[in-house]
């Protein structure tokens, strides 16, 4: 059997983004992993007693988790994945959930890219991850800066040029930017995309997206064989802790990548957690706190803005800020003072003086907002 068919992608005979993406992932997947047979878990039937995964059959003294937590959980997330389709308006088989977002960088990266040949690109400052799982790999990173003088803007056309090279499978473009906050212009993200459309996947990690202005490009999905999408409950859900992301793709990619993910990809109190924070209720309430969050956001970003020690706040569509300062160890250190840890990006050439505010609790902000203006 080729690699191609093991995979279903012989169904590509029938025209569409699916077809085409799963065209795509037999021309730039690495063939070891076309080929690779899944790990074979133990069978799931929840309403059978389970005396073949040499489980411990009693809970430890004190388990209140619903389903045990001597029992291994549901091997594929099948509910989760469900839940986070509704949630991103998507077809379940076009999610696949991790341990957080980071899981699914990760696999992307080792799902693509074959050590010692292939490369990403990534347009820094962004976030750090990509060009760790890609070293982690042994793949190459192609950097194509943003451009500063345009407020941290993409460059499509140098994005582009750096995608002549044949090494590239992978482009991470995030939005909005962490850590400089801003969107990145859909245009520019729909040109790159589209003109990668039969060379490169093109990922766009929109793990800030719920607090932006900007649409998402998940319903964009149907549209685009090559792109990827990554989201997270990490931010806008409050579930950093909990630890779950998703990729959202076209069906073949998640296909592939399926294969990739470790059995049992969630831990049982990450599921049940993840489940009770999506009831439709807390849906609100994180709708709710997204709203706080923002007008916090812009209290924060105003009252720096007067601040002797702030050069510039950089127009931020994210739950953070980006402030560049005059004296960044003074800045950080009155955030030390008021109790408070703050991310210096201070020494990056490309974020000079800089230093990465998360937006928090109305107290903690006006903690911080008088330390600074003492400093
Ligand atoms: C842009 C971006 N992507 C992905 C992540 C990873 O998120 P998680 O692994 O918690 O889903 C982060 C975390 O800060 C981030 O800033």
């Known amino acids: 059997m080729s690699a191609a068919t093991s995979l279903g992608v012989q169904a590509a005979a029938a025209p569409g983004p699916s077809a085409a993406a799963s065209a795509l992932v037999a021309k730039l997947a690495r063939p070891d992993i076309l080929r690779l047979q899944p790990y074979q878990h133990a069978s799931w039937d929840p309403t059978l007693e389970r005396l073949h995964a040499n489980e411990n059959p009693w809970r430890f003294p004190g388990d209140v988790s619903r389903s045990g937590l001597n029992r291994y959980p549901e091997p594929h997330p099948l509910e989760v994945e469900a839940r986070l389709a509704t949630l991103y308006g998507v077809r379940p088989a076009q999610v696949l959930a991790g341990r957080g977002s980071d899981e699914g960088i990760d696999l992307l990266v080792r799902g693509f890219c074959e050590a010692a040949r292939d490369a990403i690109v990534t347009c820094p400052p962004t976030f750090g991850m990509y060009k760790v799982a890609a070293r982690i790999q042994g793949a190459d990173v192609v950097e194509v800066p943003l451009l500063r003088e345009r407020g941290y803007a993409l460059d499509p056309d140098a994005v582009l040029r750096a995608c002549d090279d044949p090494r590239v499978k992978l482009v991470f473009l995030c939005s909005p930017n962490n850590p400089t906050g801003n969107s990145v212009d859909p245009r520019a993200i729909e040109r790159v995309v589209r003109e990668l459309a039969d060379r490169a996947f093109v990922i766009v990690d929109e793990a800030y997206a719920e607090f932006a202005a900007q649409p998402?490009?998940?319903?964009?999905?149907?549209?685009?064989?090559?792109?990827?999408?990554?989201?997270?409950?990490?931010?806008?859900?409050?579930?950093?802790?909990?630890?779950?992301?998703?990729l959202l793709a076209n069906a073949p990619v998640i296909e592939l990548l399926r294969r990739m993910i470790p059995p049992y990809a969630l831990p049982a109190p990450t599921m049940e957690a993840v489940l009770t924070a999506l009831e439709p209720a807390r849906l609100a309430?994180?709708?709710?706190?997204?709203?706080?969050?923002?007008?916090?956001?812009?209290?924060?970003?105003?009252?720096?803005?007067?601040?002797?020690?702030?050069?510039?706040?950089?127009?931020?569509?994210?739950?953070?800020?980006?402030?560049?300062?005059?004296?960044?160890?003074?800045?950080?250190?009155?955030?030390?003072?008021?109790?408070?840890?703050?991310?210096?990006?201070?020494a990056n050439p490309q974020t000079p003086g800089c230093v990465r505010v998360s937006v928090g609790t109305p107290d903690q902000n006006d903690r911080l907002l008088r330390s600074v203006a003492a400093a």
């Open 216 to 246: 998402s490009f998940v319903p964009r999905l149907a549209e685009f064989p090559n792109l990827g999408i990554l989201r997270t409950l990490s931010k806008a859900y409050a579930l950093a802790g909990a630890r779950c992301g998703a």
């Open 285 to 346: 309430q994180a709708r709710e706190r997204i709203g706080q969050l923002l007008a916090e956001r812009d209290r924060l970003a105003e009252g720096f803005a007067n601040l002797r020690i702030v050069a510039r706040v950089w127009p931020s569509d994210a739950n953070f800020l980006l402030i560049e300062t005059t004296d960044a160890p003074a800045f950080l250190a009155a955030g030390l003072r008021a109790g408070l840890l703050l991310r210096d990006f201070s």
